[in-house]
């Protein structure tokens, strides 16, 4: 089955301690993206990807970190979380020169204390 | 970038069609209309997109203005599965970064 996979779903941590979300996606997309989810806000992207080595700052970077050394996973990186980072996380992917699809991950909810 | 208006709410019951309003009176002749729904504790997913013209796929139909100014998402016939929130994107089909950019959406609740 085509999807995106994110790990973990949950996630409670406290202020500072590094953490990372994985992403994965099985259908060789060239495109990948973070994007975090607040109420009244909207999807802002964090990062995205356009192939492998390729990583660009979206809108809302500060505070995290991406790598993509293989087609298939976009890991997200909080070096030293804080309290704002608490949000709703999504990795997507698309193919590149498709524009009408993105595939979304279901999402990782996670808690800075 | 484009703004979409949608209204907050809207109910419906099962088996009955639902027209879900969208107005992006600000696009630009590059941007394409997307619909993308995001169940309860999902992530967004994609519905169907257009330019000028209506479309159809097996989810959904769009019907856009011919001003372009405003777009209608159709469901044919509502089911309790279709209770999601809605979200109305213009995306200029210009640039090397592919966005989505989500406003508040649409609220669907499907009344059996």
């Known amino acids: 089955e085509a999807q995106v996979t994110q790990n973990p779903r949950y996630l409670i941590t406290v202020t500072g301690k590094k953490l990372t979300v994985t992403c994965s996606q099985n259908?060789?997309?060239?495109?990948m993206s973070w994007y975090r989810q607040d109420p009244g806000l909207g999807l802002r992207q964090i990062y995205y990807s356009m192939n492998v080595e390729v990583t660009d700052k979206g809108d809302v970077p500060e505070g995290y970190k991406v790598s993509r050394k293989e087609k298939r996973n976009f890991p997200l990186i909080l070096e030293s979380p804080s309290p704002n980072q608490t949000s709703l996380y999504f990795c997507a992917s698309s193919p590149l020169g498709v524009m009408e699809t993105q595939y979304f991950g279901p999402g990782t909810r996670l808690l800075v204390l | 970038d484009a703004k979409t208006t949608q209204p907050n709410s809207m109910e419906s019951n099962e088996e009955e069609p639902v027209h879900l309003p969208c107005n992006h009176s600000?696009?630009?002749?590059?941007?394409?209309i997307h619909w993308y729904r995001q169940l309860p504790s999902q992530g967004p997913e994609y519905v169907i997109h257009g330019l000028t013209s209506n479309v159809n796929n097996r989810m959904a139909s769009l019907a856009i203005a011919e001003d372009r100014k405003s777009s209608t998402l159709i469901l044919h016939r509502a089911t309790l599965r279709d209770a999601a929130v809605y979200y109305c994107?213009?995306?200029?089909?210009?640039?090397?970064?592919?966005?989505?950019?989500f406003g508040k959406g649409t609220l669907l609740t499907v009344n059996p």
């Open positions: 600000t696009i630009s002749g590059t941007d394409y």
């Open positions: 994107i213009l995306e200029n089909s210009g640039g090397s970064n592919y966005k989505l950019t």
């Open positions: 259908m060789n997309h060239e495109y």
